[in-house]
């Protein structure tokens, strides 16, 4: 069983960043992928970015290429996301979610992730 804890969500304007983290026990880090994920009311949750248990492979959703940077630090259990550039149409709940597996690429759909955390919120004022 792997628990995962997400911080570091807030509300900020538009054109600030933030650094999200997710700390994660009860598995060995790094036999994890790991992605970032995100649902506004209303909306099904959608991919941020992933990462796979090595940090050498990464993909991002097209809407945060260029301004999200996601990365792991194994030896403190703590996946990273920092956002940089918020726009008001980023505001969501941010969720970090896990699944057991040491490959060299990525997944992005939800159905892959067998651990999440209870989520952040991140609101970008206008």
């Known amino acids: 069983q792997v628990q995962l804890v997400e911080s570091g969500g807030g509300l900020v304007a538009a054109g600030d960043s933030l650094r999200l983290s997710c700390a994660a026990s009860g598995r060995t880090f790094d036999t994890l992928a790991m992605a970032w994920f995100r649902q506004a009311p209303g909306k099904e949750r959608e991919f941020v970015t992933a990462i796979n248990w090595s940090g050498t492979s990464t993909s991002f959703a097209d809407s945060v290429k260029g301004r999200f940077t996601i990365s792991r630090d194994n030896a403190k259990n703590t996946l990273y996301l920092q956002m940089n550039s918020l726009k008001p149409e980023d505001t969501a709940k941010y969720y970090c979610?896990?699944?057991?597996?040491?490959?060299?690429?990525?997944?992005?759909?939800?159905?892959?992730?067998?651990?999440w955390g209870h989520g952040t919120q991140v609101t970008v004022s206008s």
């Open positions: 979610g896990a699944t057991a597996a040491q490959v060299s690429f990525t997944y992005t759909g939800t159905s892959w992730y067998t651990w």
